[in-house]
Each structure stands twice: as structure tokens, then as C-alpha cells.
């Protein structure tokens, strides 16, 4: 993938197909920032900081079960985050990465952004648009996240790493791009 596979959002759209439009721009974004790297690549970090591109791929699969499986539907966990024990390490998703292929990697992303994508299209056939509340309540504030929030707090979270993965990138091969 490259940057011409990227779509960019509409124009002119409704608000579900804008949102939806921004959301796939991000995570293809990121599939671009890891593309053709391999195993040791996806691990090199960029001191002194400890991220790695492939700790993201798996960080942000888990992001989007937790947010479109869990929180929005009240799911339990799935593969490979099922067996995890999270006191033991809260950052596991990160961390335990540089194990897997590349392959996996990108697998375990695609498979979470399809489940998401499916959970996004069944909340919205319930027919309250955006405003569809989560089965799982915020644990901040007094009541449960609309789908617009939820939404937006990926897109939020994308930008912000993918910010995180072009320097990471570059560090890597040299390869820039917005």
C-alpha cells in the first residue's frame, strides 16, 4: 500500500459517511506507515521512546475491538486478546509485538477494523444514526458514549499515532509522506 491507495474523505457527504470516511483514512494511513517492513522493522524503536510500528498495528486492533466490540455492543474479548492477563501488564499489546510476524500483525489489524466496521454498520441499523448509545457506560461520566463519540475518539486516536508512526518510519528507511 501507498499513499495513492488512500481515499481521501468526501467533499460533500452526509455526517455517518464523512466520519466513516476519515476513520478509513487513518487506518489506511497506518497501513501505509508499516507496509513492506519486516519483523525487525516493525520492532526498532526511536529512543528514548519504547514504541514500535508493530506494537502499534496491535495496539490499535485492540483499540478498535475494545471501542466497536466492547464498549459499543458490550462483547467479550477476542482473539488474541482473550487470554491476556492486563494487571500483569497493562501495555501487553505493545509490548508482546515484537513476537509476531508481520504477517500476523497486519492479519490481527485487518480482522479488528472488519469486526469494527461490521459493529459500526449494526449499530446504525438500529436506526438512531450517530446518536446510538453504547451498551458499556463511561467510566468519567454519568451515562453511555454515542457512536459519534465513540467515532470521533478513533479518529482522535489514529491521528495521534499516526503522527507517532511517521517519525517512527522515517527513522526506520527514510520513507516520509504526510
Known amino acids: 500500500m501507498d499513499d495513492t491507495d488512500r481515499r481521501d474523505p468526501p467533499l460533500r457527504a452526509d455526517e455517518v459517511t464523512t ?13 501505509w506507515k508499516v507496509d513492506g517492513l519486516t519483523r525487525e522493522q516493525l520492532a526498532q524503536t ?10 502499534m498495528l496491535k495496539h ?10 466492547r464498549v459499543l455492543h458490550g462483547r467479550p474479548p477476542v482473539s488474541p486478546f482473550v487470554d491476556v492477563d492486563w494487571d500483569a501488564d497493562p501495555d ?10 508481520p504477517e500476523q500483525l497486519r492479519q490481527w489489524f485487518d480482522e479488528a477494523v472488519a469486526r469494527a466496521d461490521a459493529a459500526i454498520d449494526e449499530a446504525l ?45 522515517e527513522a526506520i528507511d527514510g520513507r516520509t509522506g504526510e
Do not use: C, Q
Request: glycine share 6%; charged share 25%.
Open 19 to 31: 466520519v466513516r470516511a476519515y476513520l478509513d483514512y487513518h487506518r489506511d494511513t497506518l497501513r
Open 46 to 55: 526511536l529512543p528514548p521512546s519504547t514504541m514500535t510500528l508493530g506494537g
Open 60 to 69: 490499535l486492533a485492540l483499540v478498535e475491538w475494545s471501542w466497536f466490540e
Open 92 to 101: 501487553w499489546d505493545w509490548h508482546s509485538a515484537v513476537d509476531d510476524s
Open 125 to 169: 441499523a438500529a436506526g438512531k444514526g450517530l446518536d446510538v448509545e453504547s451498551a458499556l457506560p463511561s467510566r468519567r461520566e454519568e451515562g453511555h458514549f454515542t457512536l459519534r463519540w465513540i467515532l470521533l475518539h478513533m479518529i482522535e486516536e489514529y491521528a495521534r499515532h499516526n503522527g507517532h508512526a511517521d517519525l517512527l518510519r
